[in-house]
């Protein structure tokens, strides 16, 4: 995409806030149907489906420092004394998801994220792991993942979770350029993120995967051009792409994010394209929205394949898991519902030891909430829609169904955003950068909603 001239008019129309679809309906318009009371009976009937293969996320919240970009559910402190309450809190929701028949199901895939899980200490780490493998067993060739801060994990960690059986591992580095790191308040070496990877790789792990992030302060396109560059170096599986998610309505810390140094909207597409057109010459796969993986990766096969998923830990090539949350603010889905732990540290300790579970809300899917999440993970994960397909599968016409939205698509095409016919529709290349702008057209959640959308949701660009 490289060179590829967007005019200023075009961007500003797709600039808009809408949702990752990590799920559908996103968390904000989950109707709270079902909640901390419906949990027991959720797991119980999801414990029936034995042959049917299950996901854990583990939330670990830890951080010894705030990043001033941060979106995600953390705790900050050096206070180490916190990590044996804590994983004490996550074998009691573990023990509630055993008593209730879970450990049935295997794990076909398995992530620690955050939070920097190795903030905790090895015997921790090893407490937690041995803690969840009390209860589940894990499928043949399952993913077990985890992902680290490289400022605090060490060799003897790394060592640690190779030997326990991790396969992937995830590592944020955002930019390189050091302004840009003491703009946001993370300053980590080149030296140390590869270091790190080198380690981990000798210590058996099959992928890596390094997070990068633009729209941040004072990131140009030369700037972070090299930092793709000096990326592609390391030859990680895969590449994360963010664009900086400012919400500080919500996260009250990026407040202190510099806007007047970020860069304006076109030099910001431009950093993108850029990076994409790096990544594609670089013989990556442009798996869609924000991630790129090398042809080998199993990312990159599953997305050749038409299997290729999207739940709330991102893409994934483990098809229709229901997904297990642990720890305070995991997000999850059983047995036909959304559901959420408490966000508040403490008060999800409360809630577990209280009642064995710190679920705080949850949704439960509707005939219509879950049409539209097929349709929209079809074009998050494959980029297209067949309409003769969709017809067949609903056994009526998808077109005279959707025609209030498929009403929207010329548009689209006219920008060059997707190629329509009668039969169906396909993203472009271009497209892909705007994937959430196509999505959202099927979103009913979206479009409905009193309040507006950019209070909700992050910007597309
Ligand atoms: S290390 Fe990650 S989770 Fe922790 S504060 Fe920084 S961005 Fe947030």
């Given at each position: 995409?490289?060179?590829?001239?967007?005019?200023?008019?075009?961007?500003?129309?797709?600039?808009?806030?809408?949702?990752?679809?990590?799920?559908?309906?996103?968390?904000?318009?989950?109707?709270?149907?079902?909640?901390?009371?419906?949990?027991?009976?959720?797991?119980?009937?999801?414990?029936?489906?034995?042959?049917?293969?299950?996901?854990?996320?583990?939330h670990v919240p830890f951080c010894e420092a705030l990043?001033?970009?941060?979106?995600c559910n953390v705790h900050i402190t050096r206070n180490t004394s916190r990590g044996?309450e804590y994983i004490?809190?996550?074998?009691?929701?573990?023990?509630?998801?055993?008593?209730?028949?879970?450990?049935?199901?295997?794990?076909?895939?398995?992530?620690w994220?955050g939070g920097t899980p190795t903030w905790l200490p090895?015997?921790l780490?090893?407490?937690?792991?041995?803690?969840?493998?009390?209860?589940?067993?894990?499928?043949?060739?399952?993913?077990?993942?985890?992902?680290?801060d490289?400022?605090v994990?060490?060799?003897?960690?790394?060592?640690?979770?190779?030997?326990?059986?991790?396969?992937?591992?995830?590592?944020?580095?955002?930019?390189?350029?050091?302004?840009?790191?003491?703009?946001?308040?993370?300053?980590?070496?080149?030296?140390?993120?590869?270091?790190?990877?080198?380690?981990?790789?000798?210590?058996?792990?099959?992928?890596?995967?390094?997070?990068?992030?633009?729209?941040?302060?004072?990131?140009?396109?030369?700037?972070?051009?090299?930092?793709?560059?000096?990326?592609?170096?390391?030859?990680?599986?895969?590449?994360?792409?963010?664009?900086?998610?400012?919400?500080?309505?919500?996260?009250?810390?990026?407040?202190?994010?510099?806007?007047?140094?970020?860069?304006?909207?076109?030099?910001?597409?431009?950093?993108?394209?850029?990076?994409?057109?790096?990544?594609?010459?670089?013989?990556?796969?442009?798996?869609?929205?924000?991630?790129?993986?090398?042809?080998?990766?199993?990312?990159?096969?599953?997305?050749?394949?038409?299997?290729?998923?999207?739940?709330?830990?991102?893409?994934?090539?483990?098809?229709?898991?229901?997904?297990?949350?642990?720890g305070v603010?995991?997000?999850?889905?059983?047995?036909?519902?959304?559901?959420?732990?408490?966000?508040?540290l403490?008060?999800?300790?409360?809630?577990?030891?209280?009642?064995?579970?710190?679920?705080?809300?949850?949704?439960?899917?509707?005939?219509?909430?879950?049409?539209?999440?097929?349709?929209?993970?079809?074009?998050?994960?494959?980029?297209?829609?067949?309409?003769?397909?969709?017809?067949?599968?609903?056994?009526?016409?998808?077109?005279?169904?959707?025609?209030?939205?498929?009403?929207?698509?010329?548009?689209?095409?006219?920008?060059?955003?997707?190629?329509?016919?009668?039969?169906?529709?396909?993203?472009?290349?271009?497209?892909?950068?705007?994937?959430?702008?196509?999505?959202?057209?099927?979103?009913?959640?979206?479009?409905?909603?009193?309040?507006?959308?950019?209070?909700?949701?992050?910007?597309?660009?």
């Open positions: 995409m490289t060179g590829l001239s967007v005019p200023r008019e075009l961007l500003e129309r797709y600039a808009i806030a809408a949702p990752r679809y990590t799920s559908y309906p996103t968390a904000v318009d989950w109707n709270g149907a079902v909640g901390a009371a419906h949990w027991g009976d959720a797991l119980r009937a999801a414990a029936g489906r034995n042959s049917a293969p299950l996901a854990l996320y583990v990043c001033l970009y941060c979106g044996p004490r809190i996550l074998e009691r929701e573990l023990r509630t998801a055993a008593e209730a028949g879970l450990g049935a199901r295997t794990l076909t895939q398995h992530h994220g090895p015997e780490l090893e407490r937690l792991f041995r803690a969840v493998t009390g209860v589940f067993r894990h499928e043949a060739g399952a993913e077990i993942a985890i992902e680290v490289p400022r994990t060490t060799p003897e960690q790394l060592a640690l979770l190779g030997r326990l059986g991790f396969n992937r591992l995830s590592l944020g580095v955002q930019d390189f350029d050091p302004v840009v790191q003491e703009a946001v308040h993370r300053e980590q070496s080149f030296e140390l993120t590869r270091d790190i990877i080198a380690e981990s790789r000798a210590r058996g792990f099959r992928s890596v995967n390094i997070d990068l992030i633009y729209g941040l302060p004072h990131q140009t396109r030369a700037g972070f051009a090299s930092t793709v560059q000096q990326t592609l170096t390391l030859a990680p599986d895969r590449v994360a792409l963010f664009h900086y998610a400012h919400v500080p309505w919500l996260k009250k810390h990026q407040r202190a994010v510099d806007q007047s140094s970020v860069p304006g909207m076109e030099e910001k597409f431009a950093i993108f394209a850029d990076a994409v057109a790096a990544f594609t010459s670089a013989g990556y796969v442009y798996i869609g929205l924000d991630h790129f993986a090398r042809p080998d990766d199993e990312m990159s096969l599953a997305r050749a394949a038409g299997t290729l998923q999207r739940n709330f830990m991102g893409y994934s090539t483990r098809a229709g898991a229901e997904l297990l949350p642990l603010s995991a997000i999850g889905e059983m047995d036909g519902s959304y559901f959420q732990n408490e966000g508040e403490f008060t999800w300790q409360r809630r577990v030891e209280e009642s064995g579970n710190g679920i705080l809300r949850g949704h439960r899917l509707s005939e219509d909430d879950k049409l539209r999440r097929a349709i929209i993970m079809e074009l998050m994960c494959r980029g297209a829609l067949d309409f003769e397909q969709w017809s067949r599968q609903l056994g009526e016409s998808f077109t005279a169904k959707f025609a209030t939205e498929l009403a929207e698509l010329p548009a689209l095409a006219q920008d060059g955003l997707i190629e329509l016919d009668a039969r169906g529709l396909r993203v472009t290349q271009l497209g892909q950068a705007f994937l959430r702008n196509v999505a959202v057209v099927f979103d009913a959640c979206w479009r409905r909603r009193a309040e507006a959308p950019q209070r909700a949701f992050s910007r597309t660009l």
